[in-house]
């Protein structure tokens, strides 16, 4: 189980563990590390949108919802400043994952720009 650092926005706010991508994002106020692929067909769930009652994240691509809840659960964080320290699941490389682009254990820092919803308010 890869635990990684990572700061909750700017440069490397991305880490892509085993090939799917995370971020930390906040949604009415809480914040947590979510996986930034949507589950249907892989679009960009950082790029998602609340529904009105902050129940769901509306992927851009074809709509789908996706409980919060279950988004929050699925990553185990803690934030301190602006960095937050997430334990990810052990998981086998994801399909056209090139295992030599990856850092030790599987893990790679990169950016992501957030859905300005999901983008961290909190100041840093
Ligand atoms: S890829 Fe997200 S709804 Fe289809």
């Known amino acids: 189980m ?8 700017g440069r490397d706010n991305c880490v892509v563990v085993a090939g799917i991508p995370y971020v930390y994002a906040t949604v009415a106020g809480r914040g947590f590390v979510m996986r930034a692929r949507c589950p249907h ?5 950082h790029l998602a949108a609340p529904t009105a009652d902050a129940v769901r994240l509306v992927c851009p691509w ?5 409980s919060v809840a279950r988004l929050r659960a699925e990553i185990p964080a ?14 086998p490389a994801a399909r ?8 030790e254990a599987g893990v790679r820092r990169e ?12 100041p840093l």
């Open 41 to 45: 067909r892989g679009g960009p769930l």
């Open 96 to 103: 056209g994952t090139d295992p030599a682009a990856e850092g």
């Open 2 to 9: 890869p635990v990684v650092t990572f700061p909750v926005a």
């Open 111 to 122: 950016h992501r720009t957030l859905a300005p919803e999901l983008a961290a308010r909190c």
């Open 78 to 91: 803690v934030r301190v400043g602006g960095t937050v320290t997430a334990v990810f699941p052990d998981r």
């Open 62 to 66: 074809h709509e789908m919802k996706t």
